[in-house]
T-cell receptor, first 113, second 113 residues
């Protein structure tokens, strides 16, 4: 079963606008990762934020993490049509060892030209 | 460096057959994880292999198995295929076992008829 929930499930915006996606999770985590998936293809790693970090930037991406609320958000600024994809958050449970990730249900982002 | 490769990319099988999928991780990566993605269940962890040993296992029946070779390449096998096994199977590699970035391959699309 999916640990996380992502909100919204679908988001449609115009090019140049910002897109914000939220992710909630249930357990204590080591880190949280965001991935992008284009139409039924492999996942592309976007960013990893550790449990002791609150904010992280990478290019047009900004990720925040609030461990007290068990939530994270991904902001894509100045969106482009090429950003159209599904976005997933994934967490590593602190209670388990290894590389097991639990994924959220994903947000489908559509950026209209 | 070459990315994660998976073969074959597409596969059509009939119920009752078995199938073997292959994954070659990024050079130098020693951990390989497998995930199943379906529209109904989303992305679910199957298992992880590290140094030729299964490190973690998800909640899947014994029909799903895997192994890892000394060169870190991994295979997963599904026996006695069921219609519900139709899915995108994704392989991910990371440098070590633990909560690091995982890099995904393009996936193998399995259709069971």
């Amino acid at each position: 079963s999916q640990q996380g929930e992502e909100d919204p499930q679908a988001l449609s915006i115009q090019e140049g606008e910002n897109a914000t996606m939220n992710c909630s999770y249930k357990t204590s985590i080591n880190n949280l990762q965001w991935y992008r998936q284009n139409s039924g293809r492999g996942l592309v790693h976007l960013i990893l934020i550790r449990s002791n970090e609150r904010e992280k930037h990478s290019g047009r991406l900004r990720v925040t993490l609030d461990t007290s609320k068990k939530s994270s958000s991904l902001l894509i600024t100045a969106s482009r049509a090429a950003d159209t994809a599904s976005y997933f958050c994934a967490t590593g449970d602190r209670r388990t060892s290894g590389s097991r990730l639990t994924f959220g249900e994903g947000t489908q982002l559509t950026v209209n030209p | 460096k070459a990315g994660v490769t998976q073969t074959p990319r597409y596969l059509i099988k009939t119920r009752g057959q078995q199938v073997t999928l292959s994954c070659s991780p990024i050079s130098g990566h020693r951990s390989v994880s497998w995930y199943q993605q379906t529209p109904g269940q989303g992305l679910q962890f199957l298992f992880e292999y590290f140094s030729e040993t299964q490190r973690n296992k998800g909640n899947f029946p014994g029909r799903f198995s895997g192994r890892q070779f000394s060169n870190s390449r991994s295979e997963m096998n599904v026996s006695t295929l069921e219609l519900g096994d139709s899915a995108l199977y994704l392989c991910a590699s990371s440098q070590t076992s633990g909560y690091n970035e995982q890099f995904f391959g393009p996936g193998t699309r399995l259709t069971v008829l």
